[in-house]
């Protein structure tokens, strides 16, 4: 029955809008001025409106402890509401910027511009402190907020410190996500929910709902499992990779929100690149890295592993290709032997002193020339190699049979290998069934279970220009973005706070944040980890130093110079006169020591500094801090650079210590001055060793890296499956419009002019009136199907779970069919946008309710989708089923919220389309039900067009064929002509031919009817439409009218191309090439006014589909000849609008 209430459903669309502003020209209330905001915001969470944020408390808490309690509580309300987390993360890093703006200001220099020293009586001023500030890194202020580009340019130079003082990495290792091979975490959130239920029962939607459901604990868990990964296998006796000395790693977030592991990984006693014999460097590497696919037989589950996550496609997905190559990432690799490290020929870039200028350019160019013709050649003799590698028919037992077979010598192909690679590379030993393998570590991966990949680090360059980079990135985007708000903010006459509240303004309305990365940040995971603490030692005498607070300043002295905070070079000048530390330097007291606060200053190791200092104390957990410096140039600033090596490794008591009387410049002092009965240089130096020991080979690297930014094509080569993830979540991220930027933060705002502008209001699509009618104008049949299927939404949505409906709607022409699609399509989705994942978690523009057809043009006659197109489904439905591959992801990312299937002409579908449709509902959505658990409405009449060729339809039952239909499906049928009320008798007629057998005669009625139409073909206008029974026929039918009756008509001939095997791209073929009997023609003739069909689907959404009819209204002549393009005026005003819009 019709429920009583679908009325004021439809009615509370309501017909009039009305834009109403109560608030317009007020000045905007900052979030935490507002009482009770948060259980305003937040009633399900908050019923008593009680223990809110701003609650009085007796022990205050900050909103990081506070939302941390919230978010790990028992209670999982707050956890498992999106809309709350992030709320969270806002009100977090807004008191987070609040603050440390107000930090910022007390930054600055010692002296004024004009050469003044700063007093009390300055800092107390505030239009003085304004004119004080000297702060040119306008982003610094963001370094505290992690996640932001101020936080990893940080991290970027904590890591370059690290690796100048304890020397390049041996490893650089990434760990993917992959919660849905994880058990425990689905397992553990079902248990927060009182649920009980096994990993391996779940479908693959069931599952994403769970974890979707809880971001928090699944954030928690990632960070459980990569601690355990660190402690109980990498650091542990069990030594997977060798004994770990060091380590640092960073967690990254890809743009669908997984988190993902970039490491850097110090082995101790490892070889070096250089250093060692190459072949203690390839034993060294083939111990701990692998690429070989495991047996099947003797370890089944790590061969399972790497079937699944370690596997490069054959197929490449879309971020493969760019260039003219056929796969970025380097895939197939090239089979070896055994490992080597590829020594390609260099440049001598060495230029003799009688030599001219002219010709060391003319010996140079002469030497990239050559070594670019090497490499060229050298391609051409792997082509083949590669070729053979790609061909998934092809088999070869070894290398030398695979050499062989490509009349290669093994000579021949290593010489190649040699001469191929730009640089030095590890060239991994690999079997030629082993060439789409990504490189893993065998414990590791077993533990892992996730893509990861592992490399072991070549030479100082490569470290710091590719891996650091890498593993320090930021947001590239975010960052070019704060560059040009910066250069604006620049340009406008505003003071120093007001320019930091901008910047963080426009980097709060531009940031793009998942839950699991919300979650990170809010709750103070960690988002990088190092196994040594980093420390910035200031020793620039102009450098910035940081105020009292003004609680302070306001009991002092007003003419009182006193008005810094002591750093780390203050306490080190006031450390105890003992042996110990009299010949210690500030490198060294930086690295051993700590300084100690609170309660810490109570510890029996603690140690008194002189003039009231404070109290430090050895460093005994870990190892000694890694020490940071601003870098000079010793030609462009040589007293700042010599003063910073002075003041870093030569013990001292004062700066006065630094320079003398006699050597009144720091180069000086440093050159020729004597301590202790040694030469300073020789002191410092010596020092110097144990903290930039690795930094004069890597100088250059890292500053090519500040100046030119990251190479981030050389990232393709480090961690590939992961880049491969990361660049198809960027193709899948649609262009931020400027309007989408979202509304002002108050606490960022400054003042403005007013002004006034009206909100943009949209329109429903389908308006009250309209979708009431629409209903009103079902029949009794129709009605029935409408509200079965409304019902079992409703059910899906209040929880029940309903067991999926198969419904086939048949009927005759003007039954009414396609009105039927329509009501059902718009109400299912509006009931199916009220599930929990639409309501609180889902993109709504994706589709609650598929609408698809076999063809393009009954798909753009519904509003749909081809179901090749939507399904990505081959051209060949041949058996075996071929799977998605990497375009898995994207295609669950779009249809993970449908819950129904309409399939239009269902008569066209064959039972091989039909079950290639299962089968893919299945692989997208984990479950084994038909279609993966997807209700389908099977819409059509099998008395009108068959599907192509020799297939039968569905309904024809044959025991040895797959069969979905005859068990699966209900039938209803409708009966009454509704369509063409104004043309009964012509409607009744093709329902009775519909049914019509052979041997029956027809009616009287319906002769005299058809014979009404019949005309001869002589007496035709010619450029009516005709039909044919063959292609033939028409092509005669088509030339012979637009000969007689178009003068001007021209020919065209097709252009052919062919996709070239080895890059994925189309290459032309010059000349004719005879093609199979469904390509295009090789020649039409067009003219002016001609009326012309498509024959192919272009664009179904936008109308552009196979029998698409239209005219040609222009013809664009190309210089110096041929068409260069075709201007068509489509009868369907509706289609080509989007193509349209392009030119």
């Not at 979707?212 to 402690?231: D, H, I, Q, Y």
């Not at 060439?435 to 072991?456: F, G, S, T």
Request: hydrophobic fraction near 35%; glycine fraction near 4%.
């Amino acid at each position: 029955m019709q429920p009583p209430d679908i009325a004021q459903e439809i009615l509370s669309y309501g017909d009039g809008v009305f834009s109403v502003a109560p608030a317009q020209g007020n000045k905007p209330v900052g979030f935490f001025s507002i009482p009770k905001l948060e259980a305003m915001a937040f009633p399900v969470q908050f019923p008593t409106g009680e223990n809110t944020l701003d609650e009085a408390r007796t022990v205050s808490l900050s909103p990081s402890l506070y939302f941390n309690s919230r978010l790990f509580a028992a209670d999982t309300r707050f956890a498992s509401d999106q809309s709350y987390l992030f709320f969270a993360q806002f009100v977090t890093e807004t008191h987070l910027a609040t603050n440390s703006m107000s930090i910022q200001m007390r930054k600055g220099k010692s002296k004024t511009r004009d050469g003044r020293r700063i007093n009390n009586v300055m800092l107390q001023d505030k239009d003085e402190v304004e004119q004080l500030i000297m702060n040119q890194d306008a982003t610094r202020f963001m370094q505290p907020l992690r996640g932001t580009p101020a936080y990893w340019n940080k991290t970027l130079k904590d890591v370059h410190a690290m690796v100048r003082q304890i020397g390049k990495p041996t490893f650089f290792a990434t760990f993917s996500a992959a919660e849905m091979r994880w058990p425990e975490f689905i397992e553990v959130i079902k248990a927060q929910q009182g649920e009980q239920g096994l990993f391996s029962d779940l479908d693959w939607k069931t599952k994403c709902d769970i974890l979707r459901s809880n971001p928090v604990t699944v954030m928690r868990m990632f960070e459980k499992r990569v601690e355990a990964l660190m402690t109980n296998l990498i650091l542990s006796p069990a030594r997977p990779i060798g004994e770990v000395e060091d380590y640092f790693y960073r967690v990254e977030f890809q743009a669908r929100g997984s988190p993902h592991i970039h490491m850097l990984i110090w082995i101790k006693d490892s070889p070096k690149f250089e250093e060692d014999p190459d072949s203690h460097i390839m034993e060294f590497i083939d111990r701990y890295i692998s690429c070989k696919m495991p047996d099947p037989d003797t370890d089944p589950e790590l061969h399972k592993i790497v079937s699944e996550v370690q596997v490069h496609s054959r197929k490449h997905s879309k971020s493969c290709k760019k260039g003219n190559v056929a796969c970025r990432f380097g895939f197939p690799k090239l089979p070896m032997d055994k490992t080597f490290i590829t020594r390609p020929p260099t440049i001598n870039y060495h230029q003799k002193e009688d030599q001219d200028d002219a010709d060391f350019e003319a010996q140079i160019a002469e030497q990239k020339k050559a070594l670019a013709e090497n490499q060229k050649l050298a391609k051409r003799t792997l082509q083949p190699v590669r070729d053979l590698l790609m061909d998934p028919g092809a088999s070869f037992s070894s290398l030398t049979d695979l050499l062989c077979q490509c009349n290669l010598t093994y000579e021949q192909y290593f010489a190649a290998a040699q001469r191929l690679a730009n640089n030095h590379v590890v060239m991994l030993r690999r079997h030629p069934n082993d060439c789409w393998v990504n490189a893993y570590n065998p414990d590791l991966l077993r533990a892992w279970n996730a893509n990861m990949d592992i490399q072991y680090v070549i030479d100082d360059y490569s470290c710091i220009m590719y891996m650091m980079s890498y593993v320090a990135k930021p947001e590239h985007e975010m960052t070019e973005f704060l560059k040009n708000v910066i250069k604006d903010v620049k340009k406008s006459d505003v003071n120093k706070r007001d320019e930091m509240k901008q910047i963080m303004q426009a980097y709060s309305k531009h940031r793009e944040v998942s839950a699991q990365e919300a979650v990170a940040r809010t709750c103070s995971l960690r988002l990088k980890k190092c196994s040594r603490s980093v420390l910035f030692i200031q020793t620039d005498e102009e450098g910035l130093k940081m105020s009292h607070p003004m609680s302070r300043l306001v009991g002092m002295e007003p003419g009182s110079e006193d008005v810094w905070m002591s750093g780390l070079p203050e306490k080190y000048v006031n450390r105890p006169l003992t042996r110990e530390f009299e010949r210690m330097c500030l490198a060294e007291f930086a690295s051993d020591y700590r300084v100690l606060y609170g309660q810490q200053r109570e510890s029996p190791n603690a140690i008194l500094l002189l003039n009231d200092q404070g109290f430090i104390q050895k460093r005994t957990v870990g190892k000694p801090a890694i020490i940071r410096f601003t870098r000079f140039s010793e030609e462009k600033t040589p007293e700042k650079f010599y003063r910073r090596l002075l003041k870093l490794y030569l013990p001292h008591r004062s700066d006065a210590d630094l320079r003398d009387e006699a050597h009144p410049t720091y180069e000086e002092f440093y050159r020729c001055s004597e301590k202790w009965g040694t030469r300073v240089e020789v002191i410092v130096g010596h020092n110097k060793k144990r903290y930039e020991g690795q930094g004069k080979n890597m100088e250059a690297a890292f500053q090519q890296l500040q100046v030119c930014g990251p190479l981030v094509n050389a990232w393709n080569s480090f961690a590939p499956e992961i880049e491969v993830d990361r660049l198809e979540c960027l193709a899948e991220c649609e262009p931020r419009e400027q309007d989408q930027n979202g509304e002002d933060v108050p606490e960022f705002g400054t003042k403005k002019d007013k002004g006034s502008s009206m909100p943009r209001i949209d329109a429903p699509e389908l308006s009250p009136d309209f979708v009431r009618k629409m209903y009103q104008s079902l029949n009794e049949t129709q009605a029935s199907v409408f509200y079965s299927v409304r019902q079992w939404c409703f059910e899906q949505v209040w929880g029940h779970n309903p067991e999926p409906f198969y419904y086939f709607l048949s009927g005759g022409a003007g039954c009414g069919k396609s009105h039927v699609i329509k009501c059902i399509h718009h109400e299912a989705t509006r009931i199916l946008r009220e599930l929990p994942r639409f309501r609180d978690h889902a993109d709504m523009s994706q589709p609650a309710v598929l609408l698809t057809a076999f063809t393009g043009t009954a798909a753009f006659n519904i509003s749909g989708n081809t179901l090749h197109s939507i399904l990505k489904l081959p051209r060949s439905l041949k058996p075996p089923y071929q799977g998605l591959g990497n375009a898995l992801d994207e295609v669950r990312a779009t249809l993970a919220n449908a819950e129904i299937l309409i399939i239009d002409e269902i008569s066209m579908v064959s039972k091989e389309l039909f079950a290639y449709v299962h089968w893919r509902f299945q692989q997208i959505r984990g479950n084994r039900k038909p279609f993966g658990g997807m209700s389908v409405l099977a819409v059509g009449d099998f008395y009108q067009l068959p599907p192509l060729g020799k297939a039968k339809p569905l309904c024809v039952y044959e025991e040895t064929e797959f069969d979905l239909w005859k068990d699966n499906f209900k039938m209803v049928t409708l009966t009454e002509i509704m369509r063409q009320k104004d043309d009964r008798a012509f409607a009744e007629l093709l329902n009775r031919l519909r049914v019509k057998q052979k041997e029956d005669p027809l009616l009287d009625e319906d002769r005299l009817l058809l014979t009404q139409a019949v005309a001869d073909s002589q007496h035709c206008p010619a450029l009516t439409l005709h039909i044919y029974a063959t292609n033939k026929e028409v092509d005669r039918h088509n030339a012979d009218i637009v000969s007689a009756c178009y003068e001007d008509a021209i020919g065209i001939a097709a252009r052919d191309f062919r996709k070239d095997p080895r890059t994925g791209c189309m290459t032309f073929v010059s000349g004719e090439i005879k093609g199979h009997k469904r390509d295009l023609p090789d020649n039409i003739m067009a003219a002016q006014g001609v009326r012309v069909m498509l024959i192919r689907n272009l664009d179904v959404e936008d109308g552009l589909v196979n029998g698409t009819f239209g005219t040609i209204s222009n013809i664009v002549i190309r210089e110096p000849g041929g068409v260069k393009m075709i201007g068509l005026l489509l009868d369907n005003p509706t289609a080509g609008q989007r193509f349209r819009k392009k030119f």
